[in-house]
């Protein structure tokens, strides 16, 4: 019954009349509109209901809000705004009656933004997104053409800027161009180096003005065209614009250092004329054949590899050298040369050393280095470490002379008894190890303290003291000048170094117990044990100091 009064209420509305609308509109601005209904008789509708707003441009989108109104005793009255720069009329429809304003011209609003349109998009001005998007797929290394809008914050076009319009690229490789917009317009050839998903982002000085950034397309490989030999430490490089030799295009990274004799993987990749990789199709269909090539003595296996994606070699060159080249050849494509330094590796050490010393005496251990080729190695960082025993090396690195020999002295002054000390000669992953026979010292080990250096002073800002404690006890030393005045003392408990049973090692610097240095002169050394109040050693030593 309610739908029926309804109706037959409805049915009576005759016409929709719009107000007269004034030329021109601002494109997004709002402005005052009424819509009167009326009747068959001329009289106005005087009834509330709803009614659908549009213009006469709508079409995937509308350009006018808001689309829904409503009719308050059969009148209309509220603002609207248009998001399309265009000439148009707006539309109002109420239960089936269709009313037409008359015909208005809306222009663009000031300038706020930029706008990209790539291949395959077209401008919809007034739309949500300022275009139809289809983006069609590039090539690398194939240039194509963009267009640059100045646009209203609808995106309709505003004609009356020539600013300098800049464009980026997530594309590092990619050439671009610069120019000045003509009526707000331009058009800038762009090329794509890089194959991936890219963007292209367009600014100008303005900073008011909002740059933009296109939609994502996909730039895919070009044709096979190149081969790019990689060296362990390289790595592909798509897109890239060097095209001097010695910047190595097409690769990132330096080589790694290789040795002599020691094989090492080199890959073969097929790629465009940007340097990015191509794949066979179908796949694992036959791109080429390739083997490498070199002015240099080498070996490769295989010798011929099919190319389908990545080809790899084994390589070994025959002698040491630097920058030897190394290049890959296929049917109708040859790359570039690559450098490659190959180096000596130790492979044999070679010593020269006494096979037993006295505690105390230093000598020097002499290790000659050779290559796989069983050549002397100049030059070769080398290492020297004590891993058993307690010797000291006085040197521990250094590097081998033109003759290929490093040199390096080594003493054990510590020797409680007899040992035999270890040495670990180190170079490259190299390691070899000799073995020294240590002879206590019989005069420590007899009782007798000694010095080392003795004079000290000038040669050396310390000597070592030695003596021998035959059972744990407190000991306390003393050095006194030549009149018999006291210099320094200390103290030791039992166990710690300086009144452990066996030979123990302390240090004089020379410097009395204030901390300043002694004159010149003769001093004497004293060292004595006690058990309770019974000295269980009692031993002295003169100790010449010269500065």
Known sequence: MNILIAGLIFAQISQLEFNYITSPQVAGDSFDITIVAKTATGDTFRYNFPGLLKTTRDDFWSYCEPQLVDFYQGVCRRKVRVSIADTLRLRCEASGIIGYSNQFRVIPNYPERLLILCPGESIAPGSPEGKLSHPVNQTAGIGFSISVFLVDNWFNPVSFRSDMVYLACTDSFAQLSSGNLINGKITLPVTLRRAGTHRIIARIDDTSIRPDTSVSFDVFPNIFSNLCLLLPGEELLPGDTTSLIYQT???????????????????????????????????????????????????????????????????????????????????????????????????????????????????????????????????????????????????????????????????????????????????????????????????????????????????????????????????????????????????????????????????????????????????????????????????????????
């Open 249 to 547: 295009p097409g690769k990132t990274g330096a080589p790694l250092r290789q040795y002599v004799k020691e094989p090492f993987v080199v890959r073969v990749i097929p790629t465009d004329a940007c340097y990015n990789r191509v794949y066979s199709y179908p796949p694992r269909a036959d791109l080429d054949t390739v083997y490498l090539a070199s002015d240099f003595a080498m070996r490769v296996e295989p010798s011929y590899v099919a190319l389908t994606d990545t080809a790899c070699f084994i390589v070994t060159f025959d002698s040491t050298g630097e920058n030897q080249n190394l290049w890959v050849i296929g049917k109708a494509h040859e790359s570039y040369r690559s450098k490659v330094n190959i180096e000596a590796k130790t492979k044999r050490i070679v010593t020269l050393h006494p096979d037993t010393i006295r505690a105390g005496a230093v000598i020097t251990i002499e290790a000659t280095l050779y290559d796989a080729n069983d050549k002397i190695i100049k030059g070769k960082y080398t290492q020297f470490a004590v891993t058993r025993g307690n010797g000291i090396m006085l040197d521990s690195s250094g590097l081998t002379d033109t003759a290929g020999i490093i040199r390096a002295r080594f003493v054990c002054s510590g020797a409680n008894s007899n040992e035999t000390d270890s040495i670990t000669i180190t170079a490259d992953d190299y390691t070899h190890t000799i073995g020294i026979f240590i002879e206590g010292d019989e005069t420590v080990l007899a009782g007798r303290p000694i010095a080392f250096p003795n004079p000290f002073g000038y040669n050396q800002d310390r000597t070592e003291i030695q003596y021998f404690v035959p059972t744990s006890c407190n000991v306390e030393m003393a050095i006194y000048d030549p009149f018999g005045n006291l210099v320094i003392t200390k103290k030791f408990r039992p166990g710690e170094e300086g009144a452990k049973n066996g030979i123990n090692k302390i240090s004089w610097d020379g410097r009395n117990g204030k901390g300043k240095k002694v004159a010149n002169g003769v001093y004497v050394f004293k060292v004595w044990g006690t058990v309770y109040t019974k000295k269980v050693f009692d031993k002295e030593l003169r100790i010449a100091v010269l500065w």
